[in-house]
């Protein structure tokens, strides 16, 4: 039956070779390269010090410096010992080459600071929504407390009501108010009249 298998997968003729299984349970081999492999954050960091040196005062102090030796050296050592003559070939070559080098590093910083900056920029915007989302349920939470202290008893309110049943009870012990009249109405309304 294994044989009948096989022939259904590969039928005789077939010109390609039959194809391994993938397992998905392990993980894939890795694959050989003739290139060379580097960790681009390792090489990322590298180029933002370069970077960040090439920026500086002090590396072109240094590059002033060493043209300077370079065309004086040229000038005026002995000719045997001068190694690039007046119109200082090798010095231009030297320069494109550092050139050369520089601007690529130096985009490549710009590039990771560019990623940095975009990714303060989202969580910024993410603060700020959150933020105006909690000053907005705040200023919801205090229109609402200030509509219901309009309905909640005042100090000054409470002590008006108080004033106006001690008011009432002098006027109901003196037994000439309304009040006193209004007690005997609702006593015989009762049925408990004298």
């Known amino acids: 039956m294994a044989a009948d298998d096989r022939d259904r997968r590969h039928p005789p003729g077939a010109t390609a070779a039959p194809r391994r299984r993938v397992r998905l349970d392990q993980p894939r081999a890795p694959r050989r390269s003739l290139l060379p492999t580097y960790d681009p954050e390792a090489f990322g960091k590298f180029s933002e010090r370069i970077a960040r040196f090439l920026g500086t005062g002090r590396f072109i102090v240094w590059m002033t410096v060493l043209i300077i030796m370079w065309v004086l050296w040229n000038v005026f050592a ?3 010992m001068r190694f690039d003559n007046y119109p200082f070939i090798f010095l231009t070559l030297m320069l ?12 490549l910083a710009q590039n990771r600071q560019d990623d940095r900056d975009r990714v303060n920029l989202e969580q910024d915007r ?4 959150r933020s ?3 000053t907005e349920y705040l200023t919801r939470e205090v229109a609402a407390l200030r509509m219901n202290l309009g309905e909640v008893a005042t100090r000054d309110w409470i002590r008006s009501e108080l004033q106006d049943l001690l008011k009432e ?3 109901r012990q003196a037994g000439h108010g309304p ?3 209004a007690d005997r109405r609702s006593d015989e309304g009762d049925g ?3």
Not at 126 to 129: L, T
């Open 192 to 194: 408990r009249g004298r």
């Open 169 to 171: 009870i002098e006027e």
């Open 96 to 107: 494109s080459l550092q050139a050369s080098y520089a601007a690529p590093l130096i985009l």
């Open 179 to 181: 009040g006193r009249q």
């Open 132 to 134: 105006i989302a909690d």
């Open 78 to 80: 002995p000719k045997d």
């Open 126 to 129: 993410k603060q700020n929504e």
